[in-house]
């Protein structure tokens, strides 16, 4: 089932595909909408789907014996959830739950093995994305090891900003923590510092990017290696993409320059007095 407002090219690894592999896989595209803290998968659950998220993103967790977890990955239009099918596994080996709603398609492991199967397109579109998979997971373990609470929230503001196509995430503090594998205490203490320079606005449960420029100063390499390989294999313009398939793009001011950021900071100075 497809649905009016959306389309199944809306999703980069779709929009990827030949026109033939395209043409094979979309009867098999379910239209789903996906509500915030839905839980797709648990570990260990059996995989019936594989989804394709559209304007939402889905954080990969993996959860300890104890209860604690961690985001090992997050996914969003670019990318799907449900790998381990075509690398011959038959259940999930990490949690994987809303962490902003929104939309998506979803295609029965049946289906998705057989066009798998039997067309390439759909294989080199796959093992690209599966590369671009590592580079993030890997990236994380090395970010949640050797850098700050305020590096590691910086890159996962931003990882998921790439993800909305917007300024703004509706998400607790608590919430990142769990994300973050780390306390809510630091997370707040780091939330603090981004908002007292500027860069952020934090209310209960809603954080707006008011300088994206400024966030990317204070990031840690790990982000832009992530980006990097992420723009390199799959090729991602996401404003193109969205225009050319018809979302609507949230306004957002991103300055282009150091001197457009301070100006962008003085002027919101003068707005809010």
């Known amino acids: 089932m497809l649905s009016n407002s959306y389309h199944p090219k809306q999703n980069q690894l779709i929009n990827m595909l030949p026109s033939e592999d395209f ?16 839980v797709l998968y648990e570990s260990g659950e059996n995989l019936y789907y594989v989804y394709f998220p559209i304007d939402c993103i889905i954080s990969m967790l993996y959860v300890l014996e104890n209860g604690s977890s961690a985001e090992i990955a997050v996914i969003g239009f670019e990318g799907a959830i449900g790998l381990s099918l075509f690398m011959s596994g038959q259940s999930m080996p990490h949690r994987a739950v809303v962490q902003s709603k929104g ?5 029965k492991h049946k289906h998705f093995m057989q066009e798998f199967n039997r067309h390439t ?9 599966t590369q671009v998979l590592l580079t993030q997971m890997a990236q994380t373990a090395v970010c949640n090891r050797h850098h700050s609470i305020d590096q590691q929230l910086c890159r996962w503001l931003l990882l998921s900003l790439d ?6 995430l509706f998400m607790t503090q608590e919430l990142i923590a769990n994300m973050l594998g780390v306390r809510r205490e630091g997370v707040t203490d780091a939330a603090r510092k981004l908002q007292q320079a500027g860069l952020i606005q934090y209310r209960r449960g809603h ?16 982000y832009h290696v992530v980006k990097t390989e992420s723009d390199r294999l799959l090729g991602i313009e996401p404003a193109e993409t969205l225009k050319k398939h018809r979302i609507p793009i949230p306004w957002v001011r991103y ?6 950021s301070r100006n962008f900071s003085l002027e919101r100075k003068i707005r809010e007095t």
Not at 103 to 107: E, F, G, N, Q, V
């Open 23 to 38: 043409e094979h896989i979309s009867p098999h595209l379910e239209f789903v909408q996906l509500s915030l803290g839905e």
């Open 103 to 107: 939309c998506a398609y979803r295609i």
């Open 121 to 129: 397109g759909l294989l080199c579109t796959m093992l690209k994305y």
């Open 163 to 168: 993800r909305l196509h917007a300024n703004e």
């Open 255 to 260: 300055p282009a320059t150091p001197e457009e």
């Open 207 to 222: 954080i707006t990017v008011l300088d994206r420029i400024g966030l990317e100063a204070r990031v840690c390499e790990c």
